[in-house]
Nanobody, 115 residues
Framework: QVQLVESGGGLVQAGGSLRLSCAAS????????MGWSRQAPGKQRELVAI???????NYADSVKDRFTISRDNAKNTVYLQMNSLKPEDTAVYYC?????????WGQGTQVTVSS
């Protein structure tokens, strides 16, 4: 099993920044790809960004050039730096980890962007 714990959410004004962290523990040797998804009220969960074990990344078009995903393998932690936040970025953000054919999810952290 892999446990994921997110932190760093909160309330911020439009144009502001937040940094989310996700610490992994447990059977971390299973992990290959880590990422962030989000779910806004009344909407489906959507992928925001992923980072693979060798560092390659992919982003949703809606966050490109504003969000940056990074990974500290020594700390088993993945980060999401969010800049130029918009009200439409308001959502619960979930960390996920994939490996050995399994996907693990964190409990989520709320990000609210006020206009």
């Amino acid at each position: 099993q892999v446990q994921l714990v997110e932190s760093g959410g909160g309330l911020v004004q439009a144009g502001g920044s937040l940094r989310l962290s996700c610490a992994a523990s447990g059977s971390i040797f299973r992990i290959n790809t880590m990422g962030w998804s989000r779910q806004a009220p009344g909407k489906q969960r959507e992928l925001v960004a992923i980072i693979r074990s060798r560092g390659s990344t992919n982003y949703a078009d809606s966050v490109k050039d504003r969000f940056t995903i990074s990974r500290d393998n020594a700390k088993n932690t993945v980060y999401l730096q969010m800049n130029s936040l918009k009200p439409e970025d308001t959502a619960v953000y979930y960390c996920n980890a994939e490996g050995s054919g399994l996907t693990y999810w964190g409990q989520g952290t709320q990000v609210t962007v006020s206009s």
